[in-house]
T-cell receptor, first 114, second 113 residues
Framework: NAGVTQTPKFQVLKTGQSMTLQCAQD?????MSWYRQDPGMGLRLIHY???????DQGEVPNGYNVSRSTTEDFPLRLLSAAPSQTSVYFC?????????????FGQGTRLTVV | DAKTTQPTSMDCAEGRAANLPCNHS???????VYWYRQIHSQGPQYIIH???NNETNEMASLIITEDRKSSTLILPHATLRDTAVYYC??????????????FGQGTILTVHP
């Protein structure tokens, strides 16, 4: 099993550009989420999904869109990149949001907006 | 979700037990205590979770006080590879948390040779 796979690992964007961060899991997990981590900080929740076709906002959703058309994939779209979105982005999945299960995290996408 | 308080940093000698405390005095009855760690800015790694009973797995033990207002993560024989940021998180699976994990600043554990 690959677990949670994030692509790309590194990305540099110019202000105003858009891009999609990819996240895929092969564990048939119901719950998926996106976090961002700024230097010296803990992770903050951007968006989450409790199943295909269902998404909701987390703590810091502004400037990001998500969709969940399949169980496996949960892409994160930056609509118009800003320097404040320079961060490390982590995708996570877990078997269920209804039970206390462990979350599996990807290795992160390091994004720099110049 | 209940807020957690952890020491900013701790040191431990290699081979000794590392005891990481966490205060969660506002925890509610349906909230679980989770521990994750993050090594070198990699993705966080799940360690253990519990509700009110003590738990043990191959990585660590979790001791929760009877009133559930605090807990301790124990790494029984710390190695250099255990150097990481350790996060204590309180969350109610299946409730309004919808599986969300709220990460604080965590404890930086440094294991010395």
């Amino acid at each position: 099993n690959a677990g949670v796979t994030q692509t790309p690992k590194f990305q540099v964007l110019k202000t105003g550009q858009s891009m999609t961060l990819q996240c895929a899991q092969d564990m048939n997990h119901e719950y998926m989420s996106w976090y961002r981590q700024d230097p010296g900080m803990g992770l903050r929740l951007i968006h989450y999904s409790v199943g295909a076709g269902i998404t909701d906002q987390g703590e810091v959703p502004n400037g990001y869109n998500v969709s969940r058309s399949t169980t496996e994939d949960f892409p994160l779209r930056l609509l118009s990149a800003a320097p404040s979105q320079t961060s490390v982005y982590f995708c996570a999945s877990s078997y269920s949001w209804e039970a206390p299960t462990e979350a599996f995290f990807g290795q992160g996408t390091r994004l720099t907006v110049v | 979700d209940a807020k957690t308080t952890q020491p900013t940093s701790m040191d431990c000698a290699e081979g000794r037990a590392a005891n990481l405390p966490c205060n969660h005095s506002t925890i509610s009855g349906n909230e679980y205590v989770y521990w994750y760690r993050q090594i070198h800015s990699q993705g966080p790694q799940y360690i253990i979770h519990g509700l009110k009973n003590n738990e043990t797995n191959e990585m660590a033990s979790l001791i929760i006080t009877e009133d559930r207002k605090s807990s301790t993560l124990i790494l029984p024989h710390a190695t250099l590879r255990d150097t990481a940021v350790y996060y204590c998180i309180v969350s109610n699976a299946g409730g309004t948390s919808y599986g969300k994990l709220t990460f604080g600043q965590g404890t930086i554990l440094t294991v010395h040779p």
